[in-house]
Protein backbone atom coordinates (compact mmCIF):
# COMPACT_ATOMS: atom_id res chain seq x y z
CA UNK A 1 0.00 0.00 0.00
CA UNK A 2 1.28 3.30 -0.99
CA UNK A 3 1.89 5.65 1.80
CA UNK A 4 3.05 9.33 1.52
CA UNK A 5 4.55 11.25 4.86
CA UNK A 6 5.42 14.54 5.22
CA UNK A 7 7.74 16.53 7.11
CA UNK A 8 9.67 19.88 8.14
CA UNK A 9 9.55 22.89 10.45
CA UNK A 10 6.05 23.40 11.89
CA UNK A 11 7.08 27.10 12.43
CA UNK A 12 8.57 29.32 9.78
CA UNK A 13 9.48 33.21 10.78
CA UNK A 14 8.08 35.95 7.88
CA UNK A 15 10.34 36.56 4.93
CA UNK A 16 12.49 32.80 5.48
CA UNK A 17 11.79 29.57 3.10
CA UNK A 18 9.59 27.01 4.11
CA UNK A 19 11.03 23.62 3.45
CA UNK A 20 9.13 20.08 3.37
CA UNK A 21 9.61 16.64 2.58
CA UNK A 22 7.49 14.08 1.23
CA UNK A 23 8.52 10.33 1.69
CA UNK A 24 6.90 7.61 -0.23
CA UNK A 25 6.72 4.14 0.55
CA UNK A 26 5.11 1.47 -1.04
CA UNK A 27 6.09 2.73 -4.23
CA UNK A 28 8.43 4.36 -6.55
CA UNK A 29 8.31 7.35 -7.26
CA UNK A 30 10.95 6.59 -10.31
CA UNK A 31 7.75 6.26 -12.35
CA UNK A 32 6.28 7.64 -15.97
CA UNK A 33 2.87 7.18 -14.60
CA UNK A 34 2.83 9.71 -12.08
CA UNK A 35 3.64 13.54 -11.16
CA UNK A 36 4.26 13.69 -7.33
CA UNK A 37 2.55 17.33 -5.80
CA UNK A 38 1.90 19.63 -3.10
CA UNK A 39 -1.41 20.77 -1.86
CA UNK A 40 -2.31 23.30 0.66
CA UNK A 41 -5.33 24.55 2.89
CA UNK A 42 -5.19 27.69 5.00
CA UNK A 43 -6.80 27.05 8.38
CA UNK A 44 -10.69 26.77 7.35
CA UNK A 45 -10.14 27.43 3.93
CA UNK A 46 -10.03 25.12 0.86
CA UNK A 47 -7.50 23.46 -1.34
CA UNK A 48 -5.02 25.09 -3.20
CA UNK A 49 -2.41 23.29 -5.51
CA UNK A 50 1.30 24.19 -5.49
CA UNK A 51 2.71 22.14 -8.06
CA UNK A 52 4.14 18.99 -9.19
CA UNK A 53 6.68 17.29 -10.11
CA UNK A 54 7.63 14.29 -12.52
CA UNK A 55 10.83 12.46 -11.42
CA UNK A 56 12.54 12.69 -14.50
CA UNK A 57 12.40 16.77 -14.42
CA UNK A 58 8.87 18.60 -15.15
CA UNK A 59 8.00 20.66 -13.09
CA UNK A 60 4.29 22.40 -13.31
CA UNK A 61 3.60 25.84 -10.25
CA UNK A 62 0.51 27.49 -9.43
CA UNK A 63 1.16 30.57 -11.41
CA UNK A 64 0.19 32.43 -8.19
CA UNK A 65 2.93 30.90 -6.05
CA UNK A 66 5.47 30.13 -9.80
CA UNK A 67 7.90 32.51 -8.44
CA UNK A 68 8.07 31.82 -5.10
CA UNK A 69 8.29 27.67 -5.50
CA UNK A 70 10.74 25.10 -6.14
CA UNK A 71 9.75 21.20 -5.87
CA UNK A 72 12.40 18.49 -6.46
CA UNK A 73 12.76 15.24 -6.50
CA UNK A 74 15.15 12.49 -4.75
CA UNK A 75 14.98 9.31 -6.36
CA UNK A 76 17.79 7.56 -4.16
CA UNK A 77 15.64 8.57 -1.14
CA UNK A 78 12.15 7.92 -2.74
CA UNK A 79 11.34 11.76 -1.51
CA UNK A 80 10.37 14.82 -3.17
CA UNK A 81 10.68 18.16 -1.37
CA UNK A 82 9.00 21.66 -1.30
CA UNK A 83 10.85 25.27 -0.84
CA UNK A 84 8.70 28.41 -0.87
CA UNK A 85 10.47 31.42 -0.39
CA UNK A 86 9.66 34.91 1.40
CA UNK A 87 6.83 33.24 3.62
CA UNK A 88 4.13 35.40 4.78
CA UNK A 89 1.09 34.90 7.25
CA UNK A 90 -0.61 33.89 4.33
CA UNK A 91 1.09 31.00 3.82
CA UNK A 92 0.31 29.38 6.95
CA UNK A 93 -1.69 26.16 5.87
CA UNK A 94 -1.77 22.64 6.21
CA UNK A 95 0.63 21.11 3.47
CA UNK A 96 -0.58 18.05 1.90
CA UNK A 97 1.73 16.15 -0.46
CA UNK A 98 0.09 13.89 -3.45
CA UNK A 99 0.43 11.24 -5.80
CA UNK A 100 -0.91 12.71 -9.03
CA UNK A 101 -1.54 10.25 -12.10
CA UNK A 102 -0.06 11.84 -15.00
CA UNK A 103 -3.33 11.07 -17.58
CA UNK A 104 -6.25 11.51 -15.41
CA UNK A 105 -4.27 14.34 -13.43
CA UNK A 106 -6.08 12.97 -10.57
CA UNK A 107 -4.38 12.76 -7.05
CA UNK A 108 -5.15 9.17 -5.53
CA UNK A 109 -2.70 9.04 -2.67
CA UNK A 110 -2.22 11.33 -0.19
CA UNK A 111 0.30 12.51 2.96
CA UNK A 112 -2.14 13.15 5.99
CA UNK A 113 -1.26 16.81 5.78
CA UNK A 114 1.52 19.07 7.90
CA UNK A 115 0.32 22.09 9.80
CA UNK A 116 3.18 25.02 8.78
CA UNK A 117 2.68 28.12 10.69
CA UNK A 118 3.85 31.39 9.84
CA UNK A 119 5.01 33.45 12.37
CA UNK A 120 8.08 35.46 14.60
CA UNK B 1 -5.54 29.68 -14.81
CA UNK B 2 -9.17 28.05 -15.48
CA UNK B 3 -11.03 28.76 -12.31
CA UNK B 4 -13.71 26.49 -10.54
CA UNK B 5 -16.91 27.50 -9.04
CA UNK B 6 -19.01 25.03 -6.67
CA UNK B 7 -22.18 25.84 -5.37
CA UNK B 8 -23.42 26.02 -2.46
CA UNK B 9 -20.70 26.57 -0.19
CA UNK B 10 -22.81 24.99 2.40
CA UNK B 11 -25.84 22.41 2.61
CA UNK B 12 -27.88 20.94 5.38
CA UNK B 13 -29.40 17.99 4.50
CA UNK B 14 -30.67 14.77 6.69
CA UNK B 15 -29.58 11.10 7.11
CA UNK B 16 -31.41 9.65 4.09
CA UNK B 17 -32.16 12.95 1.37
CA UNK B 18 -30.01 13.33 -1.72
CA UNK B 19 -27.99 15.73 -1.92
CA UNK B 20 -26.56 17.91 -5.22
CA UNK B 21 -23.98 19.77 -5.31
CA UNK B 22 -22.45 21.99 -8.32
CA UNK B 23 -19.29 22.96 -10.19
CA UNK B 24 -19.05 25.26 -12.82
CA UNK B 25 -15.74 25.58 -14.89
CA UNK B 26 -14.27 29.25 -16.61
CA UNK B 27 -13.91 27.61 -19.59
CA UNK B 28 -14.62 24.38 -21.73
CA UNK B 29 -13.28 21.25 -19.49
CA UNK B 30 -14.42 18.25 -21.66
CA UNK B 31 -15.23 15.67 -18.55
CA UNK B 32 -11.92 16.40 -16.97
CA UNK B 33 -13.75 16.82 -13.76
CA UNK B 34 -12.77 15.49 -10.48
CA UNK B 35 -13.83 14.89 -6.96
CA UNK B 36 -13.42 14.79 -3.37
CA UNK B 37 -14.50 14.51 0.09
CA UNK B 38 -13.04 15.77 3.21
CA UNK B 39 -13.15 14.70 6.44
CA UNK B 40 -12.14 17.35 9.46
CA UNK B 41 -8.70 16.90 9.93
CA UNK B 42 -7.94 14.56 7.46
CA UNK B 43 -6.69 14.73 3.72
CA UNK B 44 -9.30 14.72 0.49
CA UNK B 45 -10.11 11.35 -0.91
CA UNK B 46 -10.88 10.71 -4.26
CA UNK B 47 -14.47 9.98 -5.02
CA UNK B 48 -15.28 10.51 -8.86
CA UNK B 49 -12.45 11.32 -11.81
CA UNK B 50 -13.11 11.53 -15.64
CA UNK B 51 -16.60 13.53 -14.04
CA UNK B 52 -18.50 10.15 -13.94
CA UNK B 53 -16.63 7.22 -12.89
CA UNK B 54 -16.21 6.04 -9.40
CA UNK B 55 -13.14 5.47 -8.12
CA UNK B 56 -12.24 1.83 -7.02
CA UNK B 57 -14.08 1.61 -3.18
CA UNK B 58 -16.66 4.38 -3.54
CA UNK B 59 -20.12 3.52 -2.29
CA UNK B 60 -22.34 3.63 -5.31
CA UNK B 61 -24.81 6.58 -3.78
CA UNK B 62 -21.93 8.83 -5.17
CA UNK B 63 -22.52 9.66 -8.23
CA UNK B 64 -21.25 12.70 -10.95
CA UNK B 65 -22.55 14.05 -14.14
CA UNK B 66 -22.00 16.68 -16.79
CA UNK B 67 -19.01 17.62 -19.81
CA UNK B 68 -18.41 21.25 -20.46
CA UNK B 69 -18.42 24.11 -17.96
CA UNK B 70 -21.11 22.09 -15.94
CA UNK B 71 -20.93 19.40 -13.19
CA UNK B 72 -22.57 17.89 -10.61
CA UNK B 73 -21.82 15.68 -7.71
CA UNK B 74 -24.49 13.42 -6.40
CA UNK B 75 -24.85 11.89 -2.87
CA UNK B 76 -28.44 9.63 -2.93
CA UNK B 77 -29.40 8.80 0.33
CA UNK B 78 -27.07 10.51 2.64
CA UNK B 79 -25.37 7.89 5.40
CA UNK B 80 -23.69 9.36 8.58
CA UNK B 81 -20.38 9.15 7.06
CA UNK B 82 -21.12 11.51 4.32
CA UNK B 83 -20.88 14.66 5.93
CA UNK B 84 -18.05 16.32 4.89
CA UNK B 85 -16.47 18.78 2.57
CA UNK B 86 -16.88 18.15 -1.30
CA UNK B 87 -14.33 19.86 -3.53
CA UNK B 88 -14.25 19.68 -7.74
CA UNK B 89 -11.00 20.04 -9.46
CA UNK B 90 -10.14 20.28 -12.95
CA UNK B 91 -7.74 18.42 -15.24
CA UNK B 92 -8.08 19.47 -17.88
CA UNK B 93 -5.04 21.54 -17.46
CA UNK B 94 -1.67 20.46 -15.60
CA UNK B 95 -1.72 23.42 -13.87
CA UNK B 96 -4.60 22.42 -11.72
CA UNK B 97 -7.64 24.09 -9.83
CA UNK B 98 -9.77 23.35 -7.14
CA UNK B 99 -13.40 24.69 -6.38
CA UNK B 100 -13.80 26.06 -3.10
CA UNK B 101 -15.80 23.79 -1.32
CA UNK B 102 -19.07 22.48 -0.18
CA UNK B 103 -19.57 21.71 3.16
CA UNK B 104 -22.79 19.45 3.82
CA UNK B 105 -23.88 19.62 7.65
CA UNK B 106 -26.50 17.26 9.19
CA UNK B 107 -30.06 19.17 9.91
Known amino acids: QLQLQESGPGLVKPSETLSLTCTVS??????????WGWIRQPPGKGLEWIGS???????YNSPSLKSRVTISADTSKNQFSLKLSSVTAADTAVYFC????????????WGHGTLVTVSS | DIQMTQSPSSLTASIGDSVTITCRASQSINNFLNWYQQKPGKAPKLLIY???SLQSGVPSRFSGSGSGTDFTLTVSSLQPEDFATYYC?????????FGGGTKVEIK
Open chain 2, 89 to 97: QQSYRTTLT
Open chain 1, 98 to 109: ARIHMRELLLDY
Open chain 1, 53 to 59: KYYGGST
Open chain 2, 50 to 52: AAS
Open chain 1, 26 to 35: GGSINSSTYY
